[in-house]
């Protein structure tokens, strides 16, 4: 197909500054010059053709015999219907972990609302008892999120999880993708597994 | 015969390409001149998808840059993250643990490989293969889908840290590059055989758009398109960074510089790209991937939850940003188009003074008038897919 | 003379229905599941009755619908008259092509002698060359007429390229006509009885020929340069709409079967079946229906397998839509008049040549 040039005779190789063994220039011009079959488009339309007619009936074979395992050949999915399977590194909507009793974590320290690079978290802490306290309101404007996964990273209390939703963030209106925290409140038995994926990412696992 | 010419009266069409049209999908504008199908002039109007990058940069922590660089190069986010990454390093000069620069190699190459199956795929589009452009689109996903399960989303990624990496391999990663690879090879093959041979892309692309290599270079051609013109000039080689020096892998380069050479060099980067990728896999050694440096990189999750001195250190560096020492550094990676460089300026606050991104396309889109003009209306169509010219990239 | 009217009446019912009423939509939906199940898709599934989906054969009576009540859209500056007259122009020449084009023989039923082509003409091939010239206008006023750039440069090259490929589409026919010595395509249909004596094995450059040019005056990819999309947004007709729009895009199908029905006819034997004479097929069922039925059940075999070739020529012209790349504008002008047109001269010749020899 191509052979390993070391370009010794060209002054770029000079410019680059690289040893011809360690660069490993090669070239990729396969030729110059179309051979007449070539030249006659017939064959290679010819080959084409039977490229794609093998992808048809390959694929429709798969139609009617699905492979074991899945549902067809092809790759696409009917979205709605089926779905795929989410690695668990998948980040969704943000979404606030509650108490057991349904109060939220958040001790509304702000770490989040600094880092989040969209600036689309906003808090007003509050005192629940003296040295208690907690976000009196938390607003997440999903119209702003970028789904970075930052929040969830610095959070200091795994109060903020990335879940895997990710339907229903389309709106006709702003003001309803502006989140606020009952609507954001999940049970922790609910993102459990995230909570655990969090917990084993950031840990001493990784130093 | 003169005299006829004379009295007809003709005059040159003026038309405007872009900003949405088909053709331009980098949101870039096109102000052709035509007589009758040639082109006699052309201006290249760019700048519909600026978001004041570097100037927002100024304004947030060295950390909260790294999801905006996501949004530079979007068909290859992670190569910019890294780009970034490298470059404040440089700034702190500081030096990653070996697991964390493979980890980086596997990420820089993936998004290489998506970024040129997309580059191939929209030029076949483009040129009416509709067929070729879902073959690799189709292999693109399962690229993303490896990137996905590394980084937790598709395109915007947000991996890289300073200092480290977002997390480690999930687990069965390697049984998943294996069959994605698979995947990637058997369409590569089927897209090989429908484009490259056949006599109707031949000649849509060759002798199209070609430059000499000293033109290229005087308009500063860096990447796929510099090396089609037959500079073997890759920063991977030149000027090695992570563990490239490491890796066994050919730069491949072309002759004339036109479109088929370009088109023939990202054939070829999208199979060494798999090949280091592997490499990479196989030689990782084990161990942290962080640096041991709680104002740079956060520690683990425990000793926030568990010591007043990690807590405060993690509030300190969240609040008020990493704090290289005053400075300025350039940094440049092989991007998916090119030399991709950060220019940073550090006055010792949290913040960046200034970020500035030398855009690879950039350079490319300048030279747009001098590849076309002359040429036919068709043949702005594979010359500007083969630029590549990324919007979120170029205009910033 | 009623017999006769209603017999044509009768034809001409039967072809439009085929044509119009089963093709035009199910080739769309054709074209968008084979395209989908060829590139690793499912293709258009959405529209359903009730929750049944018919694997999106319902898009094409979404689509029917949409772009029937779509506003008819027509440029400020356009030329009224000859924008609302371009897809008429466009539209009548690819239905009443199929007028000449033989689905089947001739047969004797009750009597009468029932020959199925709804005009059977002395000058046959010619009655299209005719239409397809007339084809031209079309597009090239929607070109001219939209005052827009775009559709100005699109009608500018479909004048180009459709005129200079009917003349090489031409003399790659001569070739067939000479062989078979009669310029009526029942004549032509009826001489392949023999599966040697089938077109394709007595002309194969000149079927190359007549593929390429009819794909090319049909404006379909590799020749799609009049409506390029990446270069000319959509050609002639970037400035129509709705129900205008929909008959552009049903004329194109509509010459679509047509080019078929014609590779059939001149090429592929027609509606006969490879080694089974019209005889033969009449005295197989003869045995069990009567001699009227067993003309019927010969017509119905015949029409159908005349159907079935142009479904499979449909499936062909399809395939290579969606394989390959188009040419450049300045390409496929050379194409005609350095390649085509003196490859079937060259055809020409040596078939007469070879034909007085004989």
């Not at chain 3, 077109?199 to 340069?225: H, S, W």
């Not at chain 3, 047509?258 to 019209?278: E, K, N, Q, R, Y």
Request: charge should be neutral; proline fraction near 5%.
């Amino acid at each position: 197909m191509s052979t390993t040039t070391g370009l010794g005779q060209s002054p770029y190789s000079v410019q680059v500054g690289v040893p011809a063994a360690v660069l490993k220039a090669k070239k990729v011009r396969r030729r110059l010059d179309l051979t007449l079959w070539e030249k006659l488009y017939v064959a290679e339309i010819v080959r084409g053709l039977v490229i794609t007619s093998k992808h048809f009936f390959i694929n429709m074979l798969g139609f009617i015999f699905p492979p074991a395992g899945k549902k067809r050949k092809v790759f696409t999915v009917y979205y709605p219907e089926e779905k795929l399977t989410l690695p668990s590194a998948y980040r969704g909507r943000p979404v606030l972990v509650a108490h057991a009793d349904g109060s939220e974590k958040c001790v509304a320290c702000g770490l989040c609302e600094k880092m989040c690079p969209a600036h689309a978290i906003s808090i007003v802490a509050a005192e629940k008892a003296p040295g208690e306290r907690y976000p009196a309101r938390y607003t997440l404007d999903l119209g702003r999120c970028v789904y970075c996964g930052y929040c969830e990273e610095v959070c200091p209390k795994e109060a903020i999880v990335m879940s895997d939703e990710y339907q229903g963030l389309a709106q006709g209106d702003r003001n309803l993708l502006r989140f606020q925290k009952e609507q954001l409140l999940r049970p922790e038995g609910k993102v459990k597994t995230r909570l655990y994926f969090v917990r084993r990412i950031y840990s001493k696992w990784n130093y | 015969m003169s005299e006829i010419s004379k009295d007809l009266h003709t005059e040159h069409m003026v038309i405007n390409m872009g900003p949405s049209h088909p053709v331009t999908h980098g949101t870039v504008k096109f102000l052709a001149t035509l007589e009758g199908e040639t082109i006699i002039d052309l201006d290249v109007e760019i700048g519909y998808l600026h978001r004041g990058f570097e100037k927002m940069c100024e304004n947030s922590t060295w950390q909260q840059v790294i999801p905006y660089t996501d949004r530079l190069n979007y068909v290859s986010p992670l190569i910019n993250n890294t780009g970034y990454a490298l470059a404040v390093e440089k700034l702190l000069g500081i030096d990653v643990p070996e697991r964390c620069k493979y980890l980086r190699v596997i990420a820089c190459e993936l998004s290489r490989l998506s970024d040129h199956l997309t580059n191939v795929a929209a030029a076949g589009l483009e040129l009416g293969a509709f067929t070729a452009f879902l073959y690799f689109v189709e292999a693109r996903e399962l690229v993303w889908d490896l990137i996905e399960a590394l980084c937790g989303a598709r395109v915007t990624v947000n991996y890289i840290r300073i200092g480290g990496l977002k997390n480690d391999l999930p687990e069965r990663f390697e049984e998943k590059v294996k069959y994605t690879f698979k995947e990637v090879r058997r369409l590569w093959k089927d897209v090989d055989k429908l484009l490259t041979k056949n006599r109707i892309f031949i000649d849509r692309v060759r002798g199209v758009g070609a430059i000499s290599a000293e033109e290229a270079i005087a308009y500063g051609f860096t990447g796929p398109c510099l090396r089609a013109c037959g500079v073997p000039y890759d920063v991977r080689k030149a000027q090695p960074y992570l563990v490239y020096d490491r890796m066994d892998f050919e730069v491949p380069i072309g002759e004339t510089g036109d479109n088929y050479d370009k088109y023939l060099v990202r054939m070829e980067e999208i199979q060494q790209s798999m090949r280091i990728v592997e490499q990479a896999l196989a030689q990782m050694p084990d161990g942290p991937i962080n640096v041991r440096m709680p104002q740079v990189r956060m520690e683990p999750k425990e000793k926030i939850y568990s010591r007043i001195d990690s807590l405060i250190y993690h509030f300190k560096t969240v609040i008020e940003g990493i704090k290289p020492p005053p400075g300025e550094v350039y940094l440049a990676v092989e991007g998916g188009n090119g030399e991709l460089g950060f220019y940073l300026v550090s006055d010792g606050s949290g913040k960046p003074y200034k970020c500035r991104v030398r855009p690879p396309c950039f350079a490319l889109t300048a030279a747009m008038p001098r590849l076309v003009k002359g040429r036919l209306l068709a043949d702005i169509v594979p010359t500007f897919d083969m630029i590549n010219m990324i919007g979120g990239e170029c205009d910033r | 003379m009623l017999a006769d009217l209603i017999e044509s009446l009768a034809k001409i019912v039967f072809i439009f229905t085929v044509n119009v009423g089963v093709f035009a939509p199910i080739l769309g939906w054709v074209e968008r599941k084979q395209s989908a199940v060829m590139q690793d898709r499912i293709g258009a599934n959405r529209a359903d009755i009730l929750g049944f989906t018919a694997i999106g054969l319902f898009h094409s009576l979404a689509d029917a619908v949409k772009l029937l009540t779509k506003e008819d859209f027509v440029p400020a500056n356009a030329n009224k008259f000859f924008h609302t007259l371009a897809p008429f122009i466009a539209l009548v020449p690819a239905i009443s092509a199929f007028a000449i084009i033989p689905f089947g023989g001739r047969y004797e039923l009750f009597g009468r002698e029932i020959n199925l082509v709804i005009a059977d003409l002395d000058v046959g091939i010619l009655y299209v060359f005719a239409l397809a010239g007339l084809a031209t206008y079309g597009t090239v006023l929607a070109g001219w007429s939209s005052r827009s750039n775009w559709s100005l440069l699109g009608g500018l090259r479909a004048s180009a390229q459709m005129l200079s490929y009917e003349v090489a589409m031409g003399l790659s026919i001569i070739g067939i006509i000479i062989v078979y010595g009669s310029l009526r395509l029942t004549d032509i249909g009826a001489a392949q009885e023999n599966f040697f004596r089938w077109g394709i094995f007595l002309q194969p450059v000149g079927f190359i020929i007549y593929m390429t040019c009819a794909i090319a005056e049909n404006k379909r990819i590799p020749f799609d340069i009049p409506e390029a999309e990446s270069e000319l947004v959509a050609g002639y007709f970037t400035e129509y709409s709705g129900m205008k729009f929909v008959m552009f895009w049903m004329a194109e199908f509509l010459e679509m079967v047509t080019i078929s029905a014609i590779v059939t006819t001149l090429f592929f034997g027609a509606w006969h079946i490879p080694f089974v004479t019209d005889a033969m097929l009449l005295s197989w069922f003869s045995g069990f229906a009567g001699p009227n039925g067993a003309a019927a059940l010969a017509m119905a075999v015949n029409i159908a397998v005349f159907f079935a070739k142009v479904s499979f020529f449909i499936w062909l012209q399809m395939t290579i839509r969606w394989t390959l790349p188009r040419f450049r504008y300045d390409q496929v002008m050379r194409m005609c008049w350095k390649m085509l047109l003196p490859l079937s001269l060259i055809n020409l010749s040596i078939t007469g040549l070879v034909v007085l020899l004989l």
